[in-house]
């Protein structure tokens, strides 16, 4: 036979891992080049290991890029790393009379004969959470005979900024109370539980009437 031509020759192995190895596919123990061409198929074991680490590096380009979603909308929420503020919060008494003139006007025409004197409706609901609980406060005032920045002062848990609160009672803590444990704190004689609850009764079908 006359010398091995690579360039003439050519023949294609698919061998099995192990037996591709022990061919020395790519070279002879010589040094010289092999006239055989072998396609080695990696073994089942180690594919899933590779298709594993690939899986791997996905789920950490998931991880950081929803950090990073996150990283942004903490940024977009009041610049602040706090989740709390990523939560959007709902419009305090004052606020929900200030964006409906409509609604402030009906509404303080509706609880005039409940209003403190020369007190406006917008004044009065200062520091309140909800319009709602504002109105339920004006009742219980008004029907138990509370001095409202005695009960204000209980159920919000700040101080009045204006009015005579001197022989106030202030909450525990100066924390804010519910409407009926307020009650309960400046008007024990009477049942608490029934009277918040007949307010804020009466406060939600204002607040209906005058949205209507």
Same mark, same amino acid.
């Given at each position: 036979?006359?010398?091995?031509?690579?360039?003439?020759?050519?023949?294609?192995?698919?061998?099995?891992?192990?037996?591709?190895?022990?061919?020395?596919?790519?070279?002879?123990?010589?040094?010289?080049?092999? &006239?055989? =061409?072998?396609?080695?198929?990696?073994?089942?074991?180690? $594919?899933? /290991? +590779? %298709?594993? !680490?690939?899986?791997?590096?996905?789920?950490?380009?998931?991880?950081?890029?929803?950090?990073?979603?996150?990283?942004?909308?903490?940024?977009?929420?009041?610049?602040?790393?706090?989740?709390?503020?990523?939560?959007?919060?709902?419009?305090?008494?004052?606020?929900?009379?200030?964006?409906?003139?409509?609604?402030?006007?009906?509404?303080?025409?509706?609880?005039?004969?409940?209003?403190? &004197?020369? =007190?406006?409706?917008?004044?009065?609901?200062?520091?309140? $959470?909800? /319009? +709602? %609980?504002? !109105?339920?406060?004006?009742?219980?005032?008004?029907?138990?005979?509370?001095?409202?920045?005695?009960?204000?002062?209980?159920?919000?848990?700040?101080?009045?900024?204006?009015?005579?609160?001197?022989?106030?009672?202030?909450?525990?803590?100066?924390?804010?109370?519910?409407?009926?444990?307020?009650?309960?704190?400046?008007?024990?004689?009477?049942?608490?539980?029934?009277?918040?609850?007949?307010?804020?009764?009466?406060?939600?079908?204002?607040?209906?009437?005058?949205?209507?």
């Amino acid at each position: 036979m006359g010398e091995y031509q690579p360039a003439k020759v050519s023949k294609f192995y698919s061998l099995q891992w192990p037996t591709c190895r022990k061919a020395n596919c790519l070279a002879n123990a010589n040094g010289k080049s092999s &006239p055989f =061409t072998c396609a080695c198929s990696r073994p089942v074991g180690q $594919r899933l /290991l +590779s %298709e594993g !680490v690939n899986m791997k590096k996905r789920w950490i380009i998931a991880v950081l890029t929803a950090a990073l979603v996150l990283l942004v909308a903490a940024k977009a929420a009041a610049q602040s790393y706090n989740p709390i503020h990523w939560i959007k919060k709902s419009p305090t008494a004052s606020e929900q009379l200030a964006a409906n003139g409509e609604l402030s006007k009906k509404l303080a025409s509706q609880l005039q004969a409940l209003l403190p &004197p020369r =007190t406006k409706l917008e004044d009065a609901c200062t520091a309140f $959470r909800q /319009l +709602s %609980e504002c !109105v339920a406060t004006l009742y219980v005032s008004h029907n138990l005979k509370i001095r409202f920045n005695c009960l204000k002062w209980n159920v919000t848990g700040v101080q009045p900024g204006s009015g005579n609160v001197s022989s106030c009672s202030a909450p525990d803590g100066e924390k804010a109370l519910s409407l009926a444990r307020a009650i309960r704190t400046l008007k024990p004689e009477v049942d608490a539980k029934a009277e918040a609850k007949n307010a804020e009764k009466r406060a939600q079908e204002d607040i209906k009437d005058a949205s209507s």
